[in-house]
């Protein structure tokens, strides 16, 4: 109701002031829709960039001549990868050493579990760049000292395919990896050699053999290699229950 100091009397005020609160009710009513339809919007954006966001999950095992095929070297390693922001490596456990280890990366956080004892180390990334690498060639270079296998630094699990074709690696024509016949791409700089063993019928990998100085050094078998998976992003929290320490 407007104040009677405006000279209207309360019969000719009541249905200015119901316009009035018609008006303001429609005013708020039309502000929490658009709130309620921003919110959904912004839900469905975030649900849609996770339903953008798929998973390559590979089973693999390494084997080098030193290795015995039945050691926990030579035992299976789960991976998981979603674009460059999230990793989760699953290795096999080993109650000798009283080690099961989980490394879990989703940057700029980073997480080395052992499940057997349930402790963590947590690192954060200090960037700029922000980027979960799954190298496959990695040896610790002292300081100063040129890196022999820089050819091969962006070589991750992944993007081993892509990696060989954006090389202009050398067509080797067909090898057999367990009687299947493969593709075979071939990269050699300096004293290393890289080799791709492709299924033909999905373009996935079978196997990479690496060679040192013309020898065997190791090869990786890719007992499984499933892409296009849905993202889920529980497999890039840290289990409950950790005893976790921070590290620079």
């Known amino acids: 109701m407007i ?21 303001d009710s429609r005013f708020g009513l039309r502000n929490s829709l658009s709130t309620f339809i921003l919110a959904v919007t912004c839900m469905c954006a975030l649900t849609s960039a996770a339903d953008e966001l798929q998973m390559t999950k590979i089973v693999f095992r390494r084997m080098r001549p030193d290795i015995a095929p039945d050691s926990f070297a030579a ?4 991976l998981y990868r979603v674009a460059d922001k999230y990793s989760r490596i699953e290795e096999p456990p080993h109650p000798e ?54 050819e091969f630094q962006d070589l991750e699990f992944g993007n081993e395919v892509r990696f060989f074709r954006l090389h202009k690696a050398r067509d080797m024509g067909l090898r057999k990896v367990e009687e299947k016949d493969c593709n075979t791409l071939a990269i050699k700089s300096g ?29 990786i078998r ?21 005893k976790i320490t921070e590290s620079k």
């Open 75 to 78: 035992k299976p390693r789960m």
């Open 222 to 242: 890719y007992l499984s290699y499933e892409t296009d998976l849905p993202f889920d992003p529980s497999l890039f929290e840290p289990p409950p229950g950790l």
């Open 191 to 219: 004293g290393r050699e890289a080799i791709l063993l492709v299924d033909p019928a999905t373009d996935k990998p079978v196997q990479m053999d690496f060679t040192k100085d013309g020898k065997p050094d190791f090869s």
């Open 97 to 150: 050493q009283g080690i099961h280890f989980l490394v879990i990366t989703r940057e700029p956080d980073n997480w080395t579990i052992n499940l057997l004892d349930k402790t963590a180390r947590h690192v954060i990334d200090p960037g700029p760049t922000f980027s979960a690498r799954t190298p496959i060639i990695w040896v610790p270079k002292p300081n100063g000292q040129p890196n022999p296998d820089k």
């Open 3 to 23: 104040n009677s100091a405006h000279g209207r009397s309360k019969v000719r005020d009541r249905p200015h002031s119901l316009r009035f609160a018609i008006r």
